[in-house]
C-alpha cells in the first residue's frame, strides 16, 4: 500500500526563510498620479529569505491595493539586517496583502524580490544561515 499524495505537504519555496524582525524603509513606485515615489516609510519584517520578505507596514492609500497585486506599484526596499553596517536594497513585487488594522492602513505585505543584484542576495542567504546555526 503505497501513501497517498495528500498526505504529502511538498514546499514550493525557492529560498529558506526565518522568523526574523528586521527594520524597513520603503517607497512605493508606478506611474500612478496619487503615488508620491519620494515618500518613504518605516516598517518591519516578520520573516525573510532569499526570495522575498513578509512586510509588516503601512500602505498609505487602499486603493494602491489592487495596483500593488496587479504589479502597477512596485516597492523599493532598504533592509536593515541585524549586525549589518548597510541596508540590503531591492525592488519587489507584491505576492499577497492582509489587513492588519484598517483604521491604521497597516497591512501584512509578502513581497517577492523583483530586481536585487546578486551581492545583496548573498548577504541575505549569508544572514540566515548564520541565524540558523545559532
Not at 22 to 51: H, K, P, Q, W
Not at 104 to 113: M, N, Y
Request: aromatic share 8%; glycine share 8%.
Amino acid at each position: 500500500m503505497s501513501p497517498s499524495p495528500k498526505h504529502f505537504h511538498q514546499e514550493r519555496r525557492e529560498f529558506i526563510r526565518v522568523k526574523q524582525e528586521c527594520a524597513v524603509e520603503y517607497r512605493f513606485l508606478g506611474a500612478v498620479e496619487s503615488v508620491d515615489s519620494d515618500r518613504s516609510y518605516e516598517g518591519v519584517t516578520d520573516n525573510i529569505s532569499g526570495g522575498g520578505l513578509k512586510l509588516i507596514g503601512t500602505i498609505p492609500n487602499p486603493d494602491w491595493v489592487p495596483l500593488l497585486l496587479l504589479g502597477k506599484v512596485a516597492l523599493a526596499v532598504s533592509v536593515r539586517l541585524p549586525g549589518e553596517a548597510h541596508p540590503v536594497r531591492a525592488m519587489t513585487r507584491t505576492a499577497w496583502i492582509e489587513g492588519v488594522d484598517p483604521g491604521t492602513h497597516r497591512f501584512l505585505v509578502g513581497l517577492r524580490f523583483r530586481e536585487i543584484a546578486p551581492h545583496e542576495r548573498e548577504r541575505i542567504i549569508q544572514f540566515i544561515i548564520r541565524k540558523q546555526l545559532k
